[in-house]
């Protein structure tokens, strides 16, 4: 006798359950319930529940500093030793796995002075994205950017941190790479 009272009251409940969405479902679509349009729209499931990383991975396969690089992305006259106030480029390229179709790289890096100073750290709203879509398993991707260390800072060796992310595939890789600052050389010495 448990079980049949137990089971009509189940019965009971998803009759009202049903009986009242179907009324507010009435009420809504014949106008005499409003509902806001307005709010903010966020998924329900925006949450990823197996804690499983994505396979793929992301990789830097290359990287230069160059007193210059051309629009073909060719770094002239490879070096790591500059002068104040000068332009330091550097190319790189990024090898990295298609996820359902598309890359998405992010590029940020990090300026550090021989003193341990941190000179300049790109926000997120100062980061690189690259996005595009691609038929192939992986993708070579070959980016190329600039900085200048100004006037007023300290000669010696510097440290760049180049961080690189790929949201799709939760991957994540910095490389640290340094270079010189030297003091700019006299054009004509003095006692001459």
Same mark, same amino acid.
Do not use: W
């Given at each position: ?39 903010? =729209? ?21 990287? =230069? $500093? ?58 997120? /709203?100062?980061?690189?994205? $690259? ?12 980016? /190329? ?48």
């Amino acid at each position: 006798m448990n079980k049949k009272a137990s089971v009509t009251e189940l019965l009971v409940m998803l009759i009202l359950v049903v009986l009242t969405s179907a009324v507010i479902l009435y009420l809504v679509h014949s106008g005499i319930i409003s509902v806001k349009a307005d709010a903010e =729209q966020t998924p329900l499931l925006n949450a990823e529940f197996i804690p499983v990383g994505r396979e793929g991975y992301l990789a830097l396969t290359d990287f =230069q $500093f160059c007193d210059f690089v051309d629009p073909g992305f060719n770094c002239i006259n490879p070096t790591n030793t500059f002068h104040l106030g000068s332009s330091i480029h550097f190319l790189f390229h990024i090898e990295s796995s298609t996820y359902n179709g598309e890359i998405m790289i992010i590029e940020n890096y990090r300026i550090k002075s021989p003193s341990g100073k941190l000179l300049l750290d790109a926000e997120e /709203k100062n980061n690189f994205h $690259f996005d595009t879509t691609s038929k192939e398993k992986k993708e070579i991707a070959t980016f /190329k950017d600039y900085f200048t260390v100004t006037e007023g800072n300290e000669f010696g060796t510097y440290t760049l941190d180049l961080i690189l992310e790929n949201p799709l595939l939760n991957k994540k890789t910095t490389l640290t790479k340094t270079f010189t600052i030297e003091s700019t050389p006299e054009i004509f010495p003095e006692g001459e």
